[in-house]
Nanobody
Framework: QVQLVESGGGLVQAGGSLRLSCAAS????????MGWFRQAPGKQRAFVAG????????YYADSVKGRFTISGDNANNTVYLQMNSLKPEDTAIYYC???????????????WGQGTQVTVSS
């Protein structure tokens, strides 16, 4: 199985950028379909971005399309989420997850990191 650890969250002003990292161990992330999700207070966990096994295809929630980019670094066994033009509504805990199937549904993912807080001030 794979273990996932997120990092890179923090406090940023609206319009700023952050890059989240998801370090995988135990197995290479390229064996899985990878996803980023977020959960704001009082809301359900929601899909943000995904990358299929091997990284040939990426897909995004409409709310982040054109602003966020998911990518992978095989040499470092790490998946990234580059977040640009951040908005206060992007404030949430961000989670990295791995699945045997490409999906936007949280329940489809078998492995999760502990999450990293992103706060965007107005």
């Amino acid at each position: 199985q794979v273990q996932l650890v997120e990092s890179g969250g923090g406090l940023v002003q609206a319009g700023g950028s952050l890059r989240l990292s998801c370090a995988a161990s135990g197995r290479t992330f390229s064996m899985y379909n990878m996803g980023w999700f977020r959960q704001a207070p009082g809301k359900q966990r929601a899909f943000v971005a995904g990358m299929n096994r091997g990284g040939g295809r990426t897909y995004y929630a409409d709310s982040v399309k054109g602003r966020f980019t998911i990518s992978g670094d095989n040499a470092n066994n790490t998946v990234y989420l580059q977040m640009n033009s951040l908005k206060p509504e992007d404030t949430a805990i961000y989670y990295c997850a791995a699945s045997s199937a490409a999906s936007i549904i949280p329940g489809s993912y078998n492995y999760w990191g502990q999450g990293t807080q992103v706060t965007v001030s107005s």
